[in-house]
């Protein structure tokens, strides 16, 4: 017997999902998260998970795990103490930025601090021009004080960026020679391996950040493989990263920055598959938690991806999932603004004290306490009958706070922060669809997390998307995600040149470097070089232009070729193309995939009568209660068909289908929700 488990770690829970390889049995398990180390939490959790099957440690063929340690590190400002050496002249890029500024009016607006104060950057006498050759040498016995210095000022880490690295990586290289022969112990971040791309403040950030929380995932990932060894775990451990791939141990240690988004992209990739094995591919995940929502586009099975996410004002440049994210939750605090509106979020009562519904000493309203006034939520069978929900206490705060002020019944103030938070999830999607191009009426939406099944149907409404698919373990889709996660790294290089003036062998020069580098990733993670599969791609732009679109390119394409894509890219992002205007080559890309094993899951429905009874539940469109048939979605068979309204009910979340809508059960055990005309 084979199993495979991903184990996710969340800010309160961490969710686990193992597969039987051979019948495709599922088992799921959720323990508290142990923040202080979250590796403690994944132990237990394995324990708790394969106990109860009689499974061996041993048995374990695969184990993903998703972590935010790193994220953590930097929203909590506890990464290492860093020091920088850089070319002279550009000690100060951290401060100088790009000159933008987040409110165009607030001339008084505080910069975000560097995570590397001034007094930890040395300059060194160095500098490349922009076509690679050497201006001034590098002084390398003042780069080898600099280190001695900054070691002496008690850092752990060090980020080494000169300019112009990406196109001459030598005296970068000779830095870190030096620091690995007489300063073996400092974590070592070099922006030429980190990112050798152009743009300096963009690649200075990302290699700072980079070593930043290097030493913090280093020792994290220590104690995690200790704790799987001495469980008898046979698999090597894979971690999650922002593209929605996996990687060694070894090399997430060397590159932990790419980990930074890697929150919601398990989610996205564990949508990607169960919508891609039911016929959609075309679809929009919808992640609503307690305290934000996540929104993603995938197009023909693939996850759309972007290549740079600020933290603290600072950006971070690694291949992401691309994710929308709005403070929109179960959590979320309903108030009323100066100008007598009501609002709901950004702010959230987050889960301790939680709601006021939770009985915790939460006073304020919430999302979750006016679904629970409105009778979308059983307070007696919240997380499956784990935790009683007080509704008198959730209609108490909406009265007080929000329907008296306003003058307004408790049920109609409850159905206001609904239809609020449903529009702002709807104006996520818009701005990840219509915004970018995409209708969405041609997708189908696969919601998930602890509160997106109970407003996804409302949503889906609103935008004129058709359908919506409700997975079977909603609330742990990133543990399943985690299953089915490829083995993945980019490999970048920036070569700057005119489209026009570039030969075929040049491309092909460029591209073996990338491929060269890629067989020595797959080495040092000891990974099969010949199973690897490579996507090229290439960021052009017009001549003069500040931004670039990413074509995709096969390995014989002509400069010609690349012209006549990339215009027709501009024409499908914009609008309009300009044939006549000359086309650079800016950044060239390499996606690098070791494809795993996909394991089939089965539905397994319970025996017995899914009808848990009935309950009055308040819907907009039947201005008033009306009494709605609640399931038990474990029973559910495929082939289950029922007309709304009816309410769904599961350990992990609620599923709700309004009036005039239907749901049913597909070969695969997803909830099909077909939205109608509405």
């Given at each position: 017997?084979?199993w495979?488990?991903g184990v996710?770690?969340?800010?309160?829970f961490?969710?686990?999902?193992?597969?039987d390889?051979?019948g495709?049995?599922?088992?799921?398990?959720?323990?508290?998260?142990t923040?202080?180390d979250?590796s403690?939490?994944?132990a237990?959790g394995l324990?708790?998970?394969l106990?109860?099957e009689?499974?061996s440690?041993?048995?374990?063929t695969y184990?993903g795990?998703?972590t935010?340690?790193?994220i953590?590190?930097?929203?909590e400002?506890?990464?290492?103490r860093?020091?920088?050496v850089?070319?002279q002249g550009m000690?100060?890029?951290?401060e100088?930025?790009r000159?933008?500024r987040?409110d165009l009016?607030?001339l008084?607006a505080?910069k975000?601090e560097p995570?590397?104060?001034?007094?930890?950057?040395?300059?060194?006498?160095?500098?490349?021009?922009a076509?690679?050759?050497?201006a001034t040498?590098?002084?390398?016995?003042?780069?080898?004080?600099a280190?001695?210095?900054?070691v002496g000022?008690?850092v752990?880490a060090?980020?080494v960026?000169?300019l112009h690295?990406?196109v001459n990586?030598l005296p970068e290289q000779?830095?870190?020679e030096l620091v690995?022969?007489?300063?073996?112990?400092?974590?070592l971040?070099?922006?030429?391996?980190v990112?050798?791309?152009?743009r300096?403040f963009e690649r200075l950030?990302?290699t700072?950040?980079?070593?930043?929380?290097g030493?913090v995932?280093?020792?994290y990932?220590?104690?995690?493989?200790?704790?799987?060894?001495a469980?008898?775990?046979g698999?090597r451990?894979?971690i999650?990263q922002?593209?929605?791939g996996?990687?060694t141990v070894?090399?997430?240690?060397?590159r932990?920055v790419y980990?930074?988004?890697?929150?919601?992209?398990a989610g996205v990739?564990g949508?990607?598959y169960?919508?891609g094995?039911?016929?959609h591919?075309r679809?929009?995940?919808f992640?609503?938690?307690?305290?934000?929502t996540?929104?993603?586009v995938v197009?023909?099975g693939t996850?759309?991806?972007?290549t740079e996410k600020a933290y603290h004002?600072?950006?971070?440049?690694?291949?992401m999932?691309?994710v929308?994210s709005?403070g929109?939750?179960?959590?979320?605090?309903?108030?009323?603004?100066?100008?007598?509106f009501?609002r709901?979020?950004?702010?959230s009562?987050?889960?301790?004290?939680?709601?006021?519904g939770?009985?915790?000493?939460?006073?304020?309203?919430t999302v979750t306490?006016?679904n629970l006034v409105?009778?979308?939520?059983?307070?007696d069978y919240?997380?499956g009958?784990?935790?009683r929900?007080?509704?008198?206490?959730?209609t108490?705060?909406i009265e007080?706070?929000l329907?008296?002020p306003?003058?307004?019944?408790?049920?109609d103030a409850?159905?206001?922060v609904?239809?609020?938070?449903?529009?702002?999830?709807?104006?996520?999607?818009?701005?990840?669809?219509v915004?970018?191009?995409?209708?969405?009426?041609?997708f189908t939406l696969?919601a998930f997390g602890g509160a997106?099944p109970m407003?996804?149907?409302?949503?889906?409404r609103?935008l004129?998307?058709p359908?919506?698919?409700v997975?079977?373990?909603?609330?742990v889709l990133?543990a399943?995600?985690l299953?089915?996660?490829?083995?993945r790294?980019?490999?970048?290089?920036?070569a700057?040149r005119?489209?026009?003036r570039t030969?075929?062998?040049?491309?092909?020069?460029?591209?073996?470097?990338l491929e060269?580098?890629?067989?020595?990733w797959a080495?040092?993670?000891?990974?099969p070089?010949?199973?690897?599969?490579?996507s090229r791609?290439?960021e052009?732009?017009?001549a003069?232009?500040?931004?670039e679109?990413?074509?995709e390119?096969?390995p014989r394409?002509t400069?010609a070729?690349l012209?006549?894509?990339f215009?027709?890219?501009?024409?499908?992002?914009f609008g309009?193309?300009s044939?006549?205007?000359?086309?650079?080559?800016?950044?060239?890309r390499?996606?690098v995939?070791l494809?795993?094993?996909?394991p089939?899951?089965?539905?397994?429905?319970?025996?017995g009568?899914p009808?848990?009874g009935s309950r009055?539940?308040?819907?907009?469109?039947?201005t008033g209660f009306v009494?709605?048939?609640?399931l038990?979605r474990?029973?559910?068979?495929?082939g289950?068909?029922l007309?709304g309204?009816?309410?769904i009910e599961?350990?992990?979340?609620?599923t709700?289908?309004?009036p005039g809508?239907?749901?049913?059960?597909?070969?695969?055990?997803n909830?099909?929700?077909a939205i109608g005309?509405?």
């Amino acid at each position: 017997m084979a199993w495979r488990v991903g184990v996710d770690v969340g800010g309160t829970f961490t969710d686990l999902a193992a597969i039987d390889e051979a019948g495709g049995a599922v088992r799921l398990e959720k323990v508290p998260t142990t923040p202080a180390d979250q590796s403690a939490a994944v132990a237990a959790g394995l324990e708790t998970l394969l106990r109860p099957e009689g499974v061996s440690p041993a048995a374990v063929t695969y184990l993903g795990h998703g972590t935010t340690v790193c994220i953590n590190a930097v929203l909590e400002r506890k990464g290492a103490r860093t020091g920088l050496v850089t070319s002279q002249g550009m000690r100060d890029l951290l401060e100088l930025r790009r000159q933008i500024r987040d409110d165009l009016y607030d001339l008084q607006a505080d910069k975000p601090e560097p995570v590397v104060p001034r007094d930890l950057r040395r300059e060194v006498p160095e500098r490349t021009r922009a076509d690679g050759r050497v201006a001034t040498a590098l002084d390398l016995e003042a780069a080898r004080a600099a280190v001695a210095a900054l070691v002496g000022e008690g850092v752990g880490a060090l980020a080494v960026c000169f300019l112009h690295s990406y196109v001459n990586p030598l005296p970068e290289q000779a830095v870190a020679e030096l620091v690995r022969r007489e300063f073996p112990d400092l974590y070592l971040s070099v922006s030429s391996d980190v990112l050798p791309e152009f743009r300096e403040f963009e690649r200075l950030s990302t290699t700072v950040m980079n070593a930043y929380v290097g030493p913090v995932m280093a020792r994290y990932l220590g104690r995690f493989e200790e704790r799987v060894a001495a469980l008898g775990v046979g698999a090597r451990p894979l971690i999650l990263q922002s593209n929605g791939g996996v990687a060694t141990v070894s090399q997430v240690r060397e590159r932990p920055v790419y980990t930074m988004a890697s929150g919601p992209s398990a989610g996205v990739t564990g949508a990607a598959y169960l919508a891609g094995r039911a016929g959609h591919v075309r679809v929009i995940t919808f992640d609503m938690g307690g305290t934000s929502t996540d929104v993603s586009v995938v197009e023909q099975g693939t996850p759309m991806t972007a290549t740079e996410k600020a933290y603290h004002g600072y950006p971070v440049k690694a291949a992401m999932v691309d994710v929308d994210s709005i403070g929109a939750g179960g959590g979320s605090l309903a108030w009323i603004d100066r100008g007598g509106f009501l609002r709901v979020g950004p702010q959230s009562a987050g889960a301790d004290p939680g709601p006021a519904g939770y009985a915790r000493g939460g006073e304020s309203p919430t999302v979750t306490d006016a679904n629970l006034v409105l009778g979308r939520l059983d307070p007696d069978y919240f997380l499956g009958g784990a935790m009683r929900l007080d509704r008198d206490r959730a209609t108490q705060a909406i009265e007080r706070d929000l329907a008296r002020p306003l003058g307004l019944s408790v049920t109609d103030a409850a159905l206001g922060v609904v239809k609020i938070v449903d529009a702002s999830m709807a104006a996520a999607i818009r701005l990840a669809t219509v915004e970018r191009g995409r209708d969405p009426r041609q997708f189908t939406l696969v919601a998930f997390g602890g509160a997106g099944p109970m407003h996804a149907a409302a949503v889906a409404r609103l935008l004129g998307i058709p359908r919506v698919l409700v997975p079977p373990s909603p609330g742990v889709l990133c543990a399943l995600g985690l299953l089915v996660a490829d083995v993945r790294t980019e490999l970048s290089r920036t070569a700057l040149r005119r489209t026009d003036r570039t030969t075929p062998t040049e491309l092909a020069a460029i591209f073996a470097d990338l491929e060269s580098r890629a067989s020595d990733w797959a080495r040092r993670g000891g990974l099969p070089g010949e199973q690897i599969i490579l996507s090229r791609s290439i960021e052009m732009r017009y001549a003069r232009q500040n931004h670039e679109l990413a074509v995709e390119v096969g390995p014989r394409l002509t400069p010609a070729d690349l012209a006549r894509r990339f215009h027709r890219a501009h024409r499908r992002a914009f609008g309009y193309a300009s044939p006549e205007e000359p086309t650079e080559l800016v950044t060239f890309r390499l996606a690098v995939t070791l494809p795993v094993a996909r394991p089939a899951i089965a539905a397994s429905p319970e025996p017995g009568d899914p009808r848990r009874g009935s309950r009055p539940v308040y819907f907009e469109s039947t201005t008033g209660f009306v009494e709605a048939p609640v399931l038990e979605r474990v029973r559910l068979a495929p082939g289950f068909l029922l007309a709304g309204p009816a309410v769904i009910e599961q350990m992990d979340c609620t599923t709700v289908i309004e009036p005039g809508q239907t749901v049913s059960v597909d070969g695969h055990g997803n909830l099909v929700i077909a939205i109608g005309a509405g």
